[in-house]
């Protein structure tokens, strides 16, 4: 069994790790911080765990860390940096969940998170946890940067056009919505119902912060710089997000291949993916055919007389963007089958 710590349970990726990790048949879950909620029992604050998780909230205590094999780190930006470094010399490995060693270069990562690092030195170690391109360095990492929910679902989308050359680089679009959840559970104006519900708007227009992850992840993908376009925006529903991407063709790829070809790429490509799920050309995959679950849904689309090709991909913006794709790390660092735990079928309706 894998001895398991958490700090930060008390928001939504933190109990949605919590609900997937105490129905993990190799995990035992032995510590769960919180400063806020210190001397509680997680299942007082979250009644969907009664029965399932017994533990009680507790102060950070970094003694009680390094005595686990693995640390979740499921707290705002800026706070697992402080940490981290003594939890490595104590030979425990860490999963960070928020966006503290997702960016490699230190002066990109202060500019867009405004803040200074407080161990940059660790940003070249860190390994981005995205499985479906880098699963032989997620196995070793002692230090694992989980990507955000927008940039899973853009990169999966734009990978295998990028990795086969078929599209031009200069001028990717990608047209984001996320459910509200991915705001956090924090008080916030912006984020209550009577503010969201039936509305639907753009946000970070101007620059969003997961847009530098994205921007890093594709363009390691094609060995260069791609010019990209990201707009967010919030839609009234609690979770789920859709990517809708746009791409030109080479000229050689105009000519030489069809819609169909390029279907079969994808399809070759995610084959043995099991949380990549390519759908039938044409088909518009819907948010709540991933809700809960840890798949990624993909779906290829071309208009008539047109260069551009349509991607869709959807996922679960706390599982597959987040707590899911975690465990799904964890699984990988520890040689573990890659499935468990996760194998979750959506909810529907």
């Known amino acids: 069994m894998i001895k398991v710590g958490i700090v930060g349970g008390t928001g939504y990726t933190g109990v949605e790790l919590l609900r997937l990790l105490a129905m993990h048949p190799d995990v035992d879950l032995q510590v769960i911080t919180s400063r806020s909620e210190a001397g509680t029992l997680v299942s007082d604050t979250y009644p969907n765990l009664r029965g399932r998780l017994d533990l009680p909230f507790t102060e950070p205590d970094v003694n009680k860390l390094a005595a686990c094999d693995l640390v979740f780190f499921a707290t705002p930006n800026g706070v697992a940096m402080k940490q981290v470094p003594e939890l490595l010399s104590k030979g425990v490995r860490v999963i960070d969940l928020a966006a503290d060693f997702r960016i490699s270069d230190v002066a990109v990562w202060e500019k867009w998170y405004g803040q200074s690092h407080a161990c940059s030195e ?9 499985p479906e391109i880098n699963r032989s360095e997620i196995k070793h990492c002692q230090l694992l940067a989980n990507p955000g929910c927008y940039p899973t679902a853009v990169q999966l989308g734009f990978l295998p056009l990028l990795e086969n050359n078929l599209i031009e680089t200069s001028h990717l679009i ?17 984020s209550l119902f009577s503010e969201t519900s039936g509305s ?32 967010p925006h919030l839609l009234p529903m609690i979770r789920g997000i859709e990517a809708t991407l ?6 050689d790829s105009q000519k030489g291949m069809a819609l ?19 759908m039938p050309l044409r088909s518009h995959p819907e948010t709540r055919s991933v809700k809960g679950s840890n798949m990624c849904r993909i779906a290829l689309h071309q208009q008539e007389n047109s260069d551009t090709i349509i991607v869709l991909s959807v996922i679960d913006n706390l599982v597959k963007g987040a707590a899911g794709q975690a465990v799904q790390n964890m699984n990988i660092m520890f040689g573990l089958q890659e499935t468990a735990g996760i194998e979750h079928i959506a909810l529907m309706p």
């Open 200 to 231: 639907f708007k753009a946000y970070g227009a101007s620059g969003h912060r997961h847009l530098p992850e994205i921007k890093q992840g594709l363009n390691a993908m094609q060995g260069g710089d791609v010019g990209l376009t990201f707009v």
């Open 122 to 130: 660790l940003l070249k170690q860190a390994v981005y946890g995205l």
């Open 174 to 190: 990608a047209d984001a919505k996320s459910g509200i959840s991915g705001a956090g559970r924090g008080a916030n104006v912006g």
């Open 246 to 251: 746009y791409a030109r063709l080479t000229p």
């Open 260 to 278: 169909e070809d390029i279907q079969a790429l994808f399809e070759a490509r995610y084959k043995d993916e099991p949380f990549v799920d390519v």
